[in-house]
């Protein structure tokens, strides 16, 4: 599968781009951690080879099916990937979902606020969206807290048939120049 890389959000510490398979170890670990069980899913990849498949069949499947995904975030200082920000498009949802994961020993330090912003940013300027929305588990007070801070408005809780759950529901609506 090629994509082309295209335009992707931009901010000060951090670079974004579309993961390939040399990014699998990474993916592997961050899909392997705790808080990624617990608050998003746990995917079955148990190897570096289940997390090439994932990127190839999942991931960039998804940027070529809906132009928008999850694009690996790097330190812009070092090029060490840290995680992974963007948006991504769900049958059970009205509109493309930002979503997130870090590493543990990236978090706390700011970046999923910025890249979570970066990512507003660039829907702001590069697309004509009304509005996108986010999902977070119940229990995940964090990351409720980090979509109040970027102005998202808590909406209630949906019900999500491919997790065969309920989450917490957010929207950002976009200025467009309404009266």
């Known amino acids: ?5 295209g335009p ?6 951090l670079t974004f781009r579309l993961p390939k398979a040399e990014d699998a170890s990474f993916y592997n ?5 705790p808080d990624y069980h617990r608050f998003i899913a746990d995917r079955g990849i148990r190897s570096d080879a289940d997390a090439a498949a994932f990127i190839e069949t999942k991931t ?3 940027f070529t099916e809906h132009k928008v995904g999850l694009w690996l975030v790097e330190l ?5 990937p840290i995680g992974a920000c963007g948006l991504v498009v769900r049958d059970d949802l009205d509109a493309p ?6 590493l543990k020993d990236a978090r706390g330090k700011g970046y999923a606020r910025e890249a ?3 990512v507003l940013d ?6 004509d969206l009304p509005m996108i929305c986010a999902i977070t588990h119940t229990e995940n007070e964090r990351s409720a807290s980090l979509l109040a801070k970027l102005g998202f408005a808590a909406k209630g809780q949906r019900y999500l048939a491919a997790y065969d759950d309920t989450s917490d529901y957010f929207e950002y609506e976009f200025d467009r120049g309404r009266d």
Do not use: I, Q, W
């Open 1 to 5: 599968m090629s994509l082309s890389s």
């Open 122 to 127: 660039f829907v702001r300027e590069k697309t």
């Open 29 to 33: 670990t961050l899909m392997n951690e």
């Open 8 to 13: 992707v959000p931009e901010c000060s510490r």
């Open 97 to 102: 979902d930002l979503g997130y994961a870090f």
């Open 116 to 118: 979570a912003g970066a």
């Open 60 to 62: 960039l499947a998804h």
């Open 76 to 80: 812009r200082e070092t090029g060490t």
